[in-house]
């Protein structure tokens, strides 16, 4: 299938040729048509599926068919709301480059960065805004954007949106919308509060789902390696410094641990950068440029500073340490292997982690091959036999792990202790 078959206007072919895409991906060949329809839709898809496009493409073909348009140029007609200020640029970036031909504004607005600027783009007036939700509802409070006569909603990566708590405030952007409007969803995974928002938002949706649901690309190959906490650090500099891996994006849980990973990198010679949430917006946008155009080699990263990162042929992605929440595997090493590249994830794993990785396993329905030898002593990944946090020691020296099956088993999105809300 070709994209000159889905119905797309010329300026919007020309811009994708540019692109240099040769064929839709499967979320956009499912999900083109049934947008320019004018359906409500339900996408599942998750990123590196080409997902932006799918909603983008038609979204910019429908406002062109709109007559509003002609009659109010630069009335805010379009929104697409994402979790990040990370997704909101890329998104934002994306529609400037598929829109380039096109006669629309689009401006994006975000946390983190000062208001003013963005307040004087706004007053020029704009068609589409992409917007994290926090610093969207400050813009309609102060009365610089009016989302009464919106045409089309779009929620990207709504999951996120919703693990990030962030649900009060969609109701709360919905109040200031038309209520006859398109709406578009799109989710990575579909836990039972994103199905509740979906039937309260989409009416008569069609639905269009990628890859299974919580199933990971068929392209990246994914390893584990069992080896003690203390020898990760080492491990992970063999493996860069043995691999001669030029780019590799690697996940910590805190933004501390980021800091810590990233100066013992670069003691060990190593080309490296840290991203993480506390970091200001400049030095994000630094560290991700020196990382894309080859600078650093490394990107120690926290999940939610990686969201929505968009680095294209990204061969390496390393879990230093697993993911409190299991779906945030599936999210991490979707990093790699996009667009049909072929990539490795490989996933650094201590006895006190064990627990995490049997969540993720039995969320993927399957076993994450290991590494036989790692070249370090031995350790077991069995939850039985995982060490427990401040574990009694034995008068043999040996900690007591009779209590180990007791461990946190924080691997669903319900149990993480509710909603927490994040600044955008
Ligand atoms: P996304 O899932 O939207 O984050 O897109 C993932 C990557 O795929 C981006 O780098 C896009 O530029 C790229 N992409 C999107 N559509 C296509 C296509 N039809 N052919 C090749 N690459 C694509």
């Known amino acids: 299938m070709s994209f000159d078959s889905l119905g797309l206007s010329e300026p919007l072919l020309k811009a994708v040729a540019e692109q240099g895409y040769e064929k839709p991906t499967p979320i956009q060949q499912q999900a083109i048509p049934l947008i320019l329809e004018g359906l409500d839709v339900l996408a599942g898809a998750q990123t590196g599926t080409g997902k932006t496009a799918s909603f983008t493409l038609p979204l910019l073909q429908r406002l062109m068919e709109n007559p509003d348009l002609r ?15 990370e997704l909101a640029i890329q998104v934002f970036e994306s529609v400037k480059t598929y829109g380039k031909h096109l006669p629309l504004h689009a401006e994006a607005v975000y946390g983190g960065v000062g208001i003013n600027g963005q307040i004087r783009s706004l007053r020029r007036g704009c068609d589409i805004i992409v917007a994290t939700p926090g610093r969207l509802i400050d ?30 405030d969609i109701r709360k952007i919905l109040s200031f919308l038309p209520k006859k409007r398109q709406n578009l969803l799109f ?37 584990v390696y069992a ?3 203390e020898a990760k650090r080492e491990l992970l500099s063999y493996l860069i410094g043995n691999g001669r891996w030029q780019q590799v994006l690697v996940f910590v849980r805190t933004k501390h641990g980021a800091d810590r990973l990233e100066k013992q990198l670069i003691k060990d010679g190593i080309r490296t950068a840290a991203l993480h949430g506390d970091k200001s917006q400049g030095a994000r946008s630094r560290a ?12 120690v990263a926290t999940d939610i500073a990686a969201r929505g990162l968009d680095i294209e042929e990204l061969p390496h992605v390393v879990n230093f340490d697993l993911p409190q929440v299991a779906e945030d595997y599936i999210h ?66 040996k900690k007591d792990y009779r209590h180990a099956k007791k461990a946190p088993r924080r691997n669903n999105r319900q149990s993480t202790g509710g909603p927490r809300r994040k600044k955008t």
């Not at 954007?145 to 999951?159: F, G, H, M, T």
């Open 139 to 168: 813009h309609v409070h102060q009365k610089n954007i009016d989302l009464s006569r919106l045409n089309i909603l779009v929620l990207d990566e709504a999951d996120r949106m919703l693990d990030m708590g962030f649900m009060p």
């Open 187 to 223: 989710s990575a995974t579909f836990p039972s509060e994103i199905k509740a928002l979906a039937n309260q938002l989409l009416q008569n949706p069609a639905e269009v789902e990628v890859a299974r649901q919580n199933a990971t690309a068929a392209n990246i190959s994914e390893r």
């Open 332 to 397: 991490r090493i979707g990093r790699t292997g996009r667009a049909g590249m072929s990539g490795e994830a490989i996933s650094l794993v201590c006895p006190e982690e064990a627990y995490l990785l049997e969540a993720v396993e039995k969320l993927l329905k399957r076993e994450i091959p290991r590494v036989a030898d790692t070249g370090y002593e031995p350790v077991s990944l069995k939850v039985m036999d995982a060490p427990k946090k401040n574990a009694p020691v034995n008068p043999n020296g």
């Open 227 to 229: 080896i003690k906490k």
């Open 71 to 85: 009659q109010k140029p630069r009335e805010v007609k379009a929104l697409i709301l994402t979790p990040t200020r």
């Open 288 to 299: 991700l440029e020196a990382f894309k155009n080859g600078n650093v080699a490394v990107l």
